[in-house]
């Protein structure tokens, strides 16, 4: 057995799977106490990483019925992510493989949501489960701090075609959102507002000006705080619903064209999403129709979890006790994948 742990931001996450990828459990203890400060402060998801883990460990072998004596390989997040969140993580996942004699994983956060790929997903609706998807395949990952397009040529490495050059896509989201007055997180808040809105109300940019594959958003968040500027308070909020829905559309927009641009140029038949992003529905909706195949994790498996770091434990090189000892965390960058 795998157990898999994920302390990059703030959620404290743990799962078990088999090696051949079956996911026994997979638990994901949101702190819930960042709403009030409008964002993840780091310093408190790290104190609340040190007071979850033990607990949700046991509660990923006991809801996966097994022990620690069951376990074969211990996998955890090296990075990106926040410093003291991933150490709390990586001393953990240290400790056990320390005292049970066992390899130790380290993935990379990134490699985690490609990863997710690797295990069952989901239909466009969300009510039939697809398989696994093998590669090669095209890969769209969005969250709240990365945004990129890559090309998944085995399970163990993957080519950025293109990412970001400022905001990610679930940045862009949680910013829009405080624009119009939405609580954190915003993705989900601002897309049940777009529920009930125009997607055509507002035309507000999609960069296509940029070349290639790359993603810019600064843009996006400036030109809905200047609508709002424009537009009186009675006005703004009597169009809250269509502005959600416009500035929604842009991002979708902005992600759905890099695909399909990835999908004729590459020739790429097969395209899987990734990211806290991906589980938004008019994203799902719009990829839909992109390419032959569309894979989608489930909503569990999009945002952080732990499952997706034991799926990735399953191509990378372990380390074997006494070859981890010195271990650490990376905040940024990845490592070469």
């Given at each position: 057995?795998?157990?898999?742990?994920?302390?990059?931001?703030?959620?404290?996450?743990?799962?078990?799977?088999?090696?051949?990828?079956?996911?026994?459990?997979?638990?994901?203890?949101?702190?819930?106490?960042?709403?009030?400060?409008?964002?993840?402060?780091?310093?408190?998801?790290?104190?609340?990483?040190?007071?979850?883990?033990?607990?949700?460990?046991?509660?990923?072998?006991?809801?996966?019925?097994?022990?620690?004596?069951?376990l074969?390989?211990?996998?955890v997040?090296?990075?990106?992510g926040?410093?003291?969140?991933?150490?709390?993580?990586v001393?953990?996942?240290?400790?056990?493989?320390?005292?049970?004699?066992?390899?130790?994983?380290?993935?990379?956060?990134?490699?985690?949501?490609?990863?997710?790929?690797?295990?069952?997903?989901?239909?466009?609706?969300?009510?039939?489960?697809?398989p696994?998807?093998?590669?090669?395949?095209?890969?769209l990952?969005a969250?709240?701090?990365?945004?990129?397009?890559?090309?998944?040529g085995?399970?163990?490495?993957?080519?950025?075609?293109?990412?970001?050059?400022?905001?990610?896509?679930?940045?862009?989201?949680?910013?829009?959102?405080?624009?119009?007055?939405?609580?954190?997180?915003?993705?989900?808040?601002?897309?049940?507002?777009?529920?009930?809105?125009?997607?055509?109300?507002?035309?507000?940019?999609?960069?296509?000006?940029?070349?290639?594959?790359?993603?810019?958003?600064?843009?996006?968040?400036?030109?809905?705080?200047?609508?709002?500027?424009?537009?009186?308070?009675?006005?703004?909020?009597?169009r809250?619903?269509?502005?959600?829905?416009s500035?929604?559309r842009?991002?979708?927009?902005?992600?759905?064209?890099?695909?399909?641009?990835?999908?004729l140029?590459?020739g790429?038949?097969?395209?899987?999403?990734?990211?806290?992003?991906?589980?938004?529905?008019?994203?799902r909706?719009?990829?839909a129709?992109?390419?032959?195949?569309?894979?989608?994790?489930?909503?569990?498996?999009?945002?952080?979890?732990?499952?997706m770091i034991?799926?990735?434990?399953?191509?990378?090189?372990?380390?074997?006790?006494?070859?981890?000892?010195?271990l650490?965390?990376?905040?940024?960058?990845?490592?070469?994948?």
């Amino acid at each position: 057995m795998i157990l898999a742990l994920e302390t990059s931001c703030d959620d404290t996450c743990a799962a078990v799977l088999t090696p051949e990828g079956v996911i026994r459990s997979n638990v994901i203890s949101s702190q819930g106490v960042h709403d009030q400060f409008g964002g993840v402060v780091p310093e408190v998801a790290s104190r609340q990483h040190l007071q979850l883990v033990n607990a949700v460990v046991d509660d990923a072998l006991t809801t996966a019925q097994t022990t620690l004596d069951d376990l074969t390989l211990v996998a955890v997040t090296q990075g990106p992510g926040l410093v003291g969140a991933l150490l709390v993580g990586v001393a953990t996942a240290k400790a056990i493989a320390s005292v049970r004699g066992l390899p130790l994983a380290p993935v990379d956060h990134l490699q985690g949501h490609v990863a997710a790929s690797f295990l069952p997903g989901v239909d466009a609706e969300g009510t039939g489960h697809t398989p696994p998807l093998e590669p090669p395949f095209t890969c769209l990952v969005a969250s709240g701090g990365h945004t990129f397009l890559a090309h998944v040529g085995d399970h163990a490495s993957f080519d950025v075609l293109g990412r970001t050059l400022d905001d990610a896509a679930g940045e862009a989201f949680d910013k829009g959102a405080r624009l119009l007055g939405l609580p954190y997180p915003g993705g989900p808040h601002l897309e049940r507002l777009a529920a009930d809105g125009d997607p055509e109300a507002f035309g507000f940019p999609v960069s296509d000006q940029l070349a290639g594959y790359d993603f810019s958003f600064s843009g996006l968040k400036t030109a809905l705080l200047y609508k709002l500027r424009d537009l009186s308070d009675a006005e703004a909020g009597a169009r809250r619903a269509d502005l959600a829905a416009s500035f929604q559309r842009a991002i979708v927009e902005a992600l759905a064209r890099r695909v399909e641009r990835a999908v004729l140029t590459t020739g790429a038949e097969r395209v899987s999403i990734g990211g806290g992003v991906a589980a938004n529905g008019a994203l799902r909706a719009r990829l839909a129709g992109v390419a032959g195949h569309l894979h989608i994790p489930p909503r569990a498996l999009c945002t952080d979890n732990a499952a997706m770091i034991g799926a990735a434990a399953r191509h990378v090189s372990a380390l074997e006790p006494g070859e981890y000892d010195d271990l650490d965390a990376y905040p940024t960058g990845r490592r070469d994948l």
